[in-house]
């Protein structure tokens, strides 16, 4: 069974930066042939999809609340997907999830990707 282990959360201020990071728990998981996504969910809210990753080489996807602020990338010779996420807000705060499957279109709804993640909180406060 596969894992994805987020890391990288923690409390920021506002108009700080965070780097999360999304590794794969066994070896055998090669990152390049899956599409990786960011969710988060916020207390009392739904899933909210952040950005995704396509595989091999398939460009990536935002959503409108993060464009501009937050980037996906992913560097596959460490099995590893980056959201670096800059300028955040009190809005962002949730926990953040990564999530994979092998389909190769960049989709946003949560049932479409089969492998999940524990989650890392993200808060921002002053």
């Known amino acids: 069974q596969v894992q994805l282990v987020e890391s990288g959360g923690g409390l920021v201020q506002p108009g700080g930066s965070l780097r999360l990071a999304c590794a794969a728990s066994t070896r055998t998981f090669t990152f390049s042939s899956y599409t990786i996504a960011w969710f988060r969910r916020a207390p009392g809210k739904e899933y909210e999809f952040v950005a995704s990753s396509g595989r091999s080489g398939g460009g990536t996807y935002s959503a409108d609340s993060v464009k501009g602020r937050f980037t996906i990338s992913r560097d596959n010779a460490k099995n590893t997907v980056y959201l670096h996420m800059n300028s955040l807000k009190p809005d962002d705060t949730a926990v953040y999830y990564c999530?994979?499957?092998?389909?190769?279109?960049?989709?946003?709804?949560?049932?479409?990707?089969?492998?999940w993640g524990q989650g890392t909180q993200v808060t921002v406060s002053s």
């Open positions: 999530a994979a499957d092998l389909a190769s279109g960049l989709y946003t709804a949560t049932n479409r990707y089969r492998y």
